[in-house]
C-alpha cells in the first residue's frame, strides 16, 4: 500500500471552565494536503485535587469526514490484493476515553499515570486494515518538575532572540562534522537552505553553572537547485549552550545544542538520494537536532554594544532516529547542512 504520512492540521479550539468541568471544542483541518481532511472534537475534562493527588478524567466525540478516514484507513482500487479487497470507509464518530493521574510525594518529583480507551467508527472498524476492538493505552512515568527553580532562574528581563543562517548540503554525519573529521559541503546536488528564527531564554545559569537554556521556533528555506522546486520547513526546538571556557573572559564562546521536531513541505533532494541508494523510506516529519559553536562579536572588536550578538557555525540536521520511531515513519536517515549564522537579541 501506498505510503500515509502524518498530516499537519490548523484548526480552531474553544473551552470554558466551569465549576463542574471543563467542555470543549475543538475544529481542525488538513493543511499538509495529504488527506485534506477535517475533523470537529467535542469533549469534556475535569481535574481533581486532594494532596499531592491529582486525577484528571476526560471523555470526547471525534466528528472526522471521509476524506479523513478514507486517507488513514481505506484501500485504494490500486493496493487491493486477496484478503484486502477495496475499501472507503467513509465519515464517522470515534469515541475517545482517558484518566490521567498525577501524585507528587517527594519535593518536585511526581509519579505520572494514564489509562486511555478509544472505540472508532463502525465504518472503519469494518476496514481489512483494521482490527475490530477497543483501542487501550496505559503508561506509568517519573517526572521532575522544574518550574519552581525555573522562576528562580529566569532572567529578568525577556528579549527576543532572533537567528538567521544560511548552509550548504553535507555528505558528511552530524557527529563527524561536530568533532570537525569532516566539513566538506561538496555533494552531488550542492542544495543550499537559509533560515529565519526566534528564540526566547528559559534559563540563565541556574545554579551558577555557565549554562543557559532557550527555545526557538523557525522558517527554512530549502533550495533544490532546479532538482525540484524550492520548498518551506518549520521547526521548533529547545536548545542548551555551554560557556564555561578557560577564556571565557576574554572572548565569550558557546557550544550549543538544540533538539526538537522539523516538518517540511517536500522531503530533501539529499535525503531522497540517500535513502533511495539504500532502498529506504522518507517522512516530511523528522527529529531535528542543531549543534552550534559561537563567539560573542563585541569581545572580538572590542564593543559593549555587540555583547549579545553572536556568529558562529552550525549543523541543521534532520534526522529518522535510525528507524526506531513510528512517528517519524521508521525513517533510518536524515540530511544535514553546514551553516554560518548570526544570533543577536531584538
Known amino acids: 500500500m501506498a505510503l500515509r504520512e502524518p498530516g499537519l492540521d490548523l484548526g480552531i479550539a474553544l473551552r470554558r471552565r466551569t465549576a463542574w468541568g471543563t467542555p470543549y471544542a475543538e ?9 485534506e481532511g477535517t475533523e470537529l472534537k467535542l469533549g ?19 466528528f472526522r469526514d471521509a476524506k479523513l478516514n478514507d486517507y488513514y484507513y481505506g484501500v485504494l482500487p490500486g493496493e487491493a490484493a486477496a484478503g484486502r ?27 505520572l499515570g494514564q489509562l486511555t480507551a478509544g472505540r472508532r ?32 532562574w529566569q ?16 555528505d558528511c554525519d552530524m557527529i563527524p562534522i561536530m568533532r570537525l ?21 528559559f534559563m540563565r545559569q541556574p545554579h551558577g553553572w555557565p549554562v543557559d537554556l532557550a527555545g526557538f521556533v523557525g522558517l527554512l528555506r530549502h533550495r533544490e537547485k532546479g532538482f525540484q522546486n524550492d520548498f518551506w520547513q518549520v521547526q521548533a526546538y529547545i536548545k542548551g549552550y555551554y560557556y564555561g571556557f578557560p ?3 576574554s572572548v565569550r564562546t558557546r557550544f550549543g545544542f538544540g533538539s526538537g521536531l522539523a516538518y517540511a513541505e517536500h522531503v530533501p533532494l539529499m535525503e531522497q538520494r540517500d535513502q533511495a541508494r539504500r532502498n529506504r523510506g522518507t517522512w516530511k516529519l523528522l527529529n531535528y537536532f542543531d549543534p552550534t559553536v559561537d563567539v560573542r562579536i563585541g569581545d572580538l572588536i572590542g564593543q559593549r554594544q555587540w ?40
Request: with cysteine; charged share 15%; hydrophobic share 35%.
Open 155 to 170: 532572567p529578568e528581563s525577556k528579549p527576543l532572540i532572533a537567528r538567521t543562517y544560511y548552509g550548504y548540503s553535507s
Open 44 to 62: 469534556y475534562w475535569n481535574e481533581w485535587v486532594r494532596g499531592g493527588l491529582t486525577l484528571r478524567p476526560h471523555a470526547a466525540l471525534a
Open 85 to 111: 479487497p477495496a475499501y472507503a470507509p467513509g465519515g464517522g464518530v470515534d469515541l475517545l476515553l482517558g484518566l490521567y493521574g498525577s501524585y507528587r510525594f517527594a519535593g518536585n518529583w511526581s509519579l
Open 247 to 249: 577564556w571565557d573572559s
Open 181 to 201: 573529521g569532516c566539513t566538506s559541503t561538496q555533494t552531488l546536488d550542492n542544495t543550499e537552505v537559509w533560515a529565519v528564527e526566534l528564540g526566547r531564554t
Open 307 to 346: 555583547r549579545d550578538t553572536y556568529v558562529g557555525l552550525g549543523v541543521s540536521h534532520r534526522s529518522g532516529m535510525f528507524g526506531k520511531s513510528q512517528l517519524f515513519g521508521d525513517v533510518n536517515g536524515g540530511s544535514n547542512y553546514i551553516y554560518f549564522f548570526l544570533e543577536t537579541t531584538i
Open 121 to 152: 467508527s463502525s465504518g472503519v472498524r469494518k476496514s481489512p486494515i483494521v482490527e475490530d476492538r477497543w483501542d487501550k493505552g496505559f503508561m506509568l512515568g517519573l517526572l521532575y518538575d522544574f518550574s519552581a527553580p525555573m522562576k528562580q
Open 27 to 35: 475544529l481542525t483541518y488538513d493543511v499538509s494536503h495529504h488527506s
